[in-house]
């Protein structure tokens, strides 16, 4: 595969089978949870999949983090609908002018859509206007006769405004036939508890796909066959980016991004492993602050920090660990549920796990 320095910024490896799942999933009208823990590629996999179906659907993104109240996640919501029409920032420029924002829409489906988001934004009972707003989606979808697919971004943030609130979005959401909703999470135990657990309202309301590291078979023949300004991979080079980043997206891209700048301003024509290398320490150096703060977290608790260390190494390590085993299944039970190990009890993060052997 031959890439300028440029694509290795939207470069997808080996995501093929989860592609077309997913694509297959929203074609069945099926809503859909991604999950997987931070810097796996959950969003990047969304949006490859969105902008691949922008022809036939109407395609809304909005991401739960950036708001910090109910009303705001209205705001945002609403003006990330008229962005799958092509209005930008719509609540600003409604607030400037309604009038001149109609006069540049013929369309009688145009036209009464933003009349009714114009009506929505001006709600004052917050109950009400979260209502109007999570059904406008759908009534929007209606009114195109085009279905709309709505990605919500880190949903387990959802939680902190509250079971009612969430428990409002389920009985809205249920109702909607033209509306196609992709969730996506990094907090395994909050997402698993939002669609798993029968008490809470999202229960069985979506599919879940659970996206891993890369397959080593389909990376190893990626990193083969690439050229990036026809520049190659040594075979150590990739062998190396193996034990280094065991194929985690992020750091597999990084470090091929670090690696060959490096084996440019050496002016070399091949990517040795001494970039590698390279790239490696410049990520962990970037990256510093990152890791100290999830360590912190970590280590807290009394041994907590040399289970995951032992993880880290190998399971032999932890059998090796001289404490009461009840209480080291409730710490690995933690770091799973943290997202920090995986379900074959594997550190989510072999970064981490190099920081910390310093």
């Known amino acids: 595969m031959k890439l300028n320095a440029g694509g290795l910024s939207s470069l997808i490896v080996g995501r093929e089978k989860e592609i077309q799942t997913l694509k297959t999933y929203i074609n069945f009208g ?72 109609l006069d540049n829409f013929n369309l009688s489906y145009e036209v009464e859509g933003i009349k009714l988001g114009y009506e929505i934004s001006k709600e004052q009972d917050i109950n009400k206007k979260i209502q109007k707003t999570f059904n406008f989606a759908d009534k929007f979808a209606r009114l195109t006769s085009k279905k709309m697919i709505v990605f919500i971004d880190e949903f387990g943030d959802i939680e902190k405004f509250g079971q009612d609130f969430i428990k409002k979005l389920r009985s809205y959401m249920q109702t909607h036939k033209n509306t196609i909703y992709i969730f996506a999470g990094s907090q395994t135990s909050i997402i698993n508890n939002i669609f798993l657990n029968k008490e809470n309202a999202f229960f ?58 490096k084996a440019l301003l050496d002016s070399q024509e091949i990517v040795q492993l001494k970039h590698i290398e390279y790239g490696t320490k410049k990520i962990l150096d970037d990256n510093n602050a990152y890791f100290e703060s999830i360590w912190q977290k970590v280590n807290h608790k009394k041994y907590k920090g040399s289970i995951f260390k032992a993880y880290c190494k190998n399971n032999n390590e932890i059998k090796n660990l001289k404490m009461n085993s009840s209480y080291k299944s409730q710490l690995t039970k933690e770091l799973k549920m943290e997202s920090l190990l995986s379900n074959d009890l594997k550190s989510t993060d072999p970064f981490l796990c190099i920081w910390l052997k310093g």
């Not at 859909?32 to 179906?53: E, F, H, M, Q, S």
């Not at 022809?55 to 609908?81: G, M, P």
């Not at 690439?226 to 280094?244: P, R, V």
């Open 30 to 101: 099926q809503h859909t949870v991604i999950v997987a823990p931070r810097r796996y590629g959950k969003t990047t996999l969304a949006n490859k999949v969105l902008d691949d179906l922008k022809d036939e659907y109407l395609i809304v993104k909005l991401d739960i983090f950036e708001a910090t109240n109910i009303e705001e996640i209205c705001d945002l919501y609403l003006n990330a609908i008229y962005s799958s029409i092509g209005i930008v920032n719509f609540l600003h420029k409604a607030k400037e002018s309604i009038f001149n924002l």
């Open 204 to 261: 069985n309301f979506a599919s879940l796909m659970n996206i891993e590291m890369l397959e080593y078979d389909k990376t190893i023949n990626f990193l083969k066959n690439l050229k990036i300004d026809n520049k190659t991979f040594s075979d150590d080079a990739i062998e190396q980016l193996y034990t280094n980043t065991k194929f985690h997206p992020f750091y597999l891209i990084k470090t091929i991004q670090e690696s060959f700048i």
